[in-house]
């Protein structure tokens, strides 16, 4: 009986997830036709180039900015993206060039802003009152409080165009005969500066949540009871008090990795970063439909997924929750 109780529901979360991933493609489709102007007028805007109606009406019917909600679904089930308009290049082959990027930032950041978080928050909440957690705390409020846009052109302007200690743009250093190793320290080198921006960004709401939610947690009978075996105090602190604020935290770890694709716009537009939130930006600006499309599409299932797996993580850290279904 309790099988069938779970695999009714498992069946009804997959339901769910096919109508929304359903509805994500039309959005996907819908959402960039509400930007107002399209790729012709933004390319020929401020061209000395006069065009007459027919010419417009043929340079639309061309770059297919007509076509319907079937035609694109029928192209996505080919596997069929499109063309940028811009470039003339296939779709996925812009999306996999600039990925990888995005990936190596910002998986960077949410991983080490993750880890820092998590054990300054447990650290902080178990020596509670000590001398340095009131510093710490009002340190990372005010952090909390900083946009990442102020923070990247904060560092932008110390390290990179005053000291020159960091690169200014780019991932890495354009046309360079470097071995792979050396290649490896350029990026970096390169890196630094739009990770650390995303650190500050991030590694205060991580350690809040974390020393809240480990406050609450040492307060529990179960870890008064610890304590009163005799168990070691790290063992009592990792083994039975963090491991439930691993929870809160992973909710909030899943839910900013599901964006990683647009996550880190500001900061790559800021450093120049050639990472899927600038061809995003690039693209917008030119009214580069097809792009605006897979990237939108892509945000829209990866957050799916990501909210989907997160029940199964759940069940990893704490089997109770298992158990309760």
């Not at 805007?45 to 694109?72: C, H, I, K, M, W």
């Not at 739009?194 to 809240?212: D, E, K, Q, S």
């Not at 039975?240 to 964006?259: D, E, I, S, Y």
């Amino acid at each position: 009986m309790k099988r069938k109780k779970i695999f009714k529901t498992q069946l009804g979360i997959a339901a769910t997830f096919c109508l929304a991933a359903i509805l994500m493609i039309y959005v996907s489709y819908a959402l960039p036709r509400f930007l107002p102007g399209d790729f012709v007028t933004a390319m020929y805007a401020g061209s000395e180039v006069t065009l007459s109606p027919e010419q417009e009406a043929d340079l639309r019917n061309y770059f297919n900015e007509n076509q319907g909600f079937g035609e694109y679904l029928f192209k996505l089930l080919r596997l069929d993206w499109g063309y940028s308009y811009a470039f003339f290049t296939p779709v996925s082959v812009l999306f996999f060039e600039a990925l990888p990027w995005t990936l190596l930032l910002l998986g960077s950041a949410y991983l080490l802003s993750f880890g820092i978080g998590f054990i300054l928050g447990v650290e902080t909440a178990w020596r509670r009152k000590g001398p340095w957690e009131k510093g710490l705390v009002g340190g990372m409020m005010v952090l909390e409080g900083i946009p990442e846009m102020i923070t990247g052109v904060v560092l932008l302007l110390v390290f990179a165009f005053h000291l020159g200690w960091f690169p200014a743009a780019g991932a890495d250093t354009a046309y360079a005969e470097i071995y792979f190793w050396e290649w490896i320290l350029d990026v970096g080198h390169h890196l630094t500066l739009p990770l650390v921006t995303l650190l500050i960004a991030y590694i205060p709401g991580n350690f809040l949540l974390a020393r809240n939610s480990m406050s609450m947690v040492i307060k529990a009978p179960f870890i008064i009871t610890a304590r009163a075996k005799g168990l070691p105090p790290r063992r009592i602190r990792y083994a039975h008090a963090a491991r439930n604020v691993l929870l809160p935290l992973m909710t909030r770890f899943g839910l900013r990795f599901a964006f990683m694709v647009t996550g880190a716009l500001i900061v790559e537009r800021i450093y120049a970063y050639p990472g899927v939130g600038t061809l995003l930006f690039n693209a917008i600006q030119v009214r580069d439909l097809p792009v605006i499309q897979w990237v939108v599409l892509v945000s829209s299932l990866m957050v799916l997924l990501i909210i989907l797996s997160l029940e199964w993580v759940y069940r990893f850290i704490d089997p109770r929750i298992g158990q309760a279904g």
